[in-house]
């Protein structure tokens, strides 16, 4: 009985890392330059002397971003060339502090942050002055209250959400 149960264990064993083994092949070879399409190429032709010694990761995120770059209308197109020229203007510090920043707003809930979405999306919805006025009060504000007014409007979403549910 023992000796069955191993043999399951390392032939599942073996079967798992054969499939992972594969997957990434297929992965590595989805990447290759040559099986990318003429659109996606184009959009990315500045990287192709350097493709093949580019980490994976970095490929796939150049390749997703190409595909999403061809969905745009122009208007998205300028719109997202626009936030790149500004994202290429801030100094390191200001680019490591905004990636940092996103690295943990993808570590919350996806509860909390579908509501921070509303609340930004809310916030966008007001005039110029008005979002000015709250920033204003908002930076006049100590950290530690900072803090305890965001978690208030965080419970209070919880809350007005638990209550429309029941």
Known sequence: MKSTLLLLLVRFTFVISLSTSICVAEEKSQLQWNNLSPEVKNVIQQFEKQWGSLPSAKKER?????????????????????????????????RNTLLAKLDSFKQLPNTTQD????????????????????????????????????????????????????
């Not at 595909?67 to 510090?93: G, I, V």
Request: glycine share 2%; no cysteine; net charge positive.
């Open 62 to 94: 150049l390749v997703l971003g190409a595909q999403r770059w061809l969905k745009m209308n122009d208007n998205e197109k300028l719109a997202s060339s626009q936030r790149f020229k500004q994202w290429q203007q801030l100094d390191e510090d200001k």
């Open 115 to 166: 509501q921070l979405r509303s609340t930004f999306e809310q916030f966008k919805k007001l005039s110029p002055d008005k979002r000015q006025q709250l920033r204003e009060r908002f930076n006049r504000l100590s950290p530690e209250k900072r803090k305890l007014l965001r978690k208030r409007l965080l419970d209070r979403r919880k809350h007005r959400r638990l209550r429309t549910r029941h």
